[in-house]
């Protein structure tokens, strides 16, 4: 019997990215987990040389969204999964409100074959992007303008960035810094994350009035502070 050799690359493809998402739900089990690995990514995103742009707008955000692990994969058609938090920022008096935990899901189309997987970092620029995340299924670009942050090592042009977007997105992948384009992507309340972490359910907005200072988010706070304070 002939096999065609379009399907059975498809089928191994989804074969793979069930496998990675499986492992990537298995690595991020508990919510400490999950604000260890964002740690990580942000303290490899802050040896980058050409990070000036997040930096800066680190600075005045809103709030920032954060993926350890984002796995994207498809052969024409793709799809994607990870999980992450936000904090809430008021750059007012530099506070830091959550985590609120995430997940992310979504296909993606265009011309793509294999399986990559990256750390995902989202930077909300303003409360109409951050009022968005107070949903619990959120569509990126279903009407909430987002795009792929600018990067570089220019400080001039680091700071002169026009903040037509609620969200600049970057990622992790390889020890490649980058813009990241993730239009179509939902983004969930992962109510049981949520209900593990603050041992009670709360509304994403419950959430959003409670300060970052536990000593299990302390860390990934601190990481962000240590990223912000070389913003010139």
Known sequence: MKINKSWLIIVC???TISL??????AENNTPND??????KVLKEISKQEDADSLTHLLKEAKGVVIFPKVIKGGFMLGGRYGKGLLLKHNAVNNTWYGPYFVEMKGLSYGFQ???ESIGLVLVITNERGLNNFKEDNLTLGGGLSISAGPIGRNTEAATDIN??????SYSMSKGAF???SIEGANVNNDK???KSYWQNSLTPTEIFTKKAYDQRITPLINTIEEL???AD
């Open 13 to 15: 493809l989804v074969l």
């Open 20 to 25: 990675n998402i499986n492992i990537v739900k």
């Open 34 to 39: 999950r604000i260890k690995e964002a740690t």
């Open 113 to 115: 074959i294999g399986v």
């Open 163 to 168: 903040l037509e977007a609620a969200i600049y």
């Open 178 to 180: 980058a813009g990241a």
């Open 192 to 194: 049981e994350a949520n």
């Open 228 to 230: 912000i304070s070389t």
